[in-house]
């Protein structure tokens, strides 16, 4: 996997929001998909942003996963310029619990969709781009329905410790 191409691009607006996005990147090595990282902010870095987007399909990526925070226009942004599905991770910081980063991502205006998840919630992110991937590859759809698997059982086994 070390050498293959990447299919998903993990993008960030700060180098400080690695601490939450690396989860998005954990998922995406648990099943085995490729996966490159990087900081593209859409404030500080515009040109290079909007570039980003804008090649992102014809460099072979598949998914974008954007995480941001505050007035987090990373993954809107991306939205607009590329074709591919772009998932949004909101990043909580130190004022308003990511309520900011969150509504910033969610309300995107029509015609132009980011699949947001929950507030700080990269590895959800990080899944979802699994199974966005593995509409098109069936081994990786068996990698999912074995992890959903594992997910039962292990909260099935929580019940019955519970219970005793
Ligand atoms: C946002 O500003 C970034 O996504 C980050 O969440 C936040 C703070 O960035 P730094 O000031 O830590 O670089 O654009």
């Known amino acids: 996997m070390a050498d293959a191409a990447p299919v998903v691009g ?4 700060s180098d400080s929001d690695w601490p939450v996005m690396e989860a998005a990147a954990g998922a995406l090595s648990q099943f085995d998909v490729p996966y490159e990282a990087d900081v593209v902010s859409a404030h500080r870095m515009p040109a290079e942003m909007l570039a980003y987007g804008q090649n992102a399909a ?3 990526l598949q998914v ?3 995480g ?3 007035a ?3 993954p809107g942004m991306l939205a607009s310029v590329t074709p591919l599905p772009v998932i949004g991770v909101p990043v909580p910081l130190k004022h308003l ?3 900011d980063s969150l509504l910033s991502i969610v309300q995107m205006p029509a015609g132009v969709p980011v699949a947001t998840v929950a507030v700080g919630a990269a590895r959800n992110a990080g ?6 991937l593995a509409l098109g590859d069936s081994e990786l759809q068996a990698k999912m329905r074995q992890f959903q698997a594992d997910l039962n059982a292990e909260a ?3 019940g019955a410790a519970v219970r005793g």
């Open 64 to 66: 974008i996963i954007a």
């Open 58 to 60: 014809d460099r072979g």
């Open 10 to 13: 993990i993008v960030m607006g």
């Open 127 to 132: 899944l979802l781009a699994v199974r966005m």
């Open 156 to 158: 099935r086994a929580k």
């Open 68 to 70: 941001a925070g505050g």
């Open 97 to 99: 619990d990511g309520l």
């Open 72 to 74: 987090a226009h990373l």
